[in-house]
């Protein structure tokens, strides 16, 4: 059974940096797209960011678009999310997920898609 594990979040000023890390166990993390998520108290949860198998394809939402980048070390089993010029409405526990039956090329921005989860990371980012 492959896991997913977060690490890296915390409590930040806004324009401050994080960079979250998601570790996973498992022999077939390459094979897997990558995803991050995030879920704000009251709000639905949101994709942010994804990455495909090979880590030629990122995509990334709008609203972090310019700020943020995905990137993975299939050799470590880990997917990175750089957060830069972090805003107060950044605030949010944030997700890793895994797509194990990915597109050949590229990542999906559906959390549907997604059927491994980690179990989050608080972002805070205060003003």
């Known amino acids: 059974q492959v896991q997913l594990v977060e690490s890296g979040g915390g409590l930040v000023q806004a324009g401050g940096s994080l960079r979250l890390s998601c570790t996973a166990s498992?022999?077939?993390?390459?094979?897997?797209?990558l995803g991050w998520f995030r879920q704000a108290p009251g709000k639905e949860r949101e994709f942010v960011a994804a990455i495909s198998r090979s880590g030629i394809t990122t995509v990334y939402a709008d609203s972090v678009k310019g700020r943020f980048t995905i990137s993975r070390d299939n050799a470590k089993n880990t997917v990175y999310l750089q957060m830069n010029s972090l805003k107060p409405e950044d605030t949010a526990v944030y997700y890793c997920?895994?797509?194990?039956?990915?597109?050949?090329?590229?990542?999906?921005?559906?959390?549907?898609?997604?059927?491994?989860w980690g179990q989050g990371t608080q972002v805070t980012v205060s003003s």
């Open positions: 997920a895994a797509d194990t039956s990915p597109p050949r090329f590229g990542a999906n921005r559906q959390s549907r898609s997604y059927d491994l």
């Open positions: 498992g022999r077939t993390f390459s094979s897997y797209a």
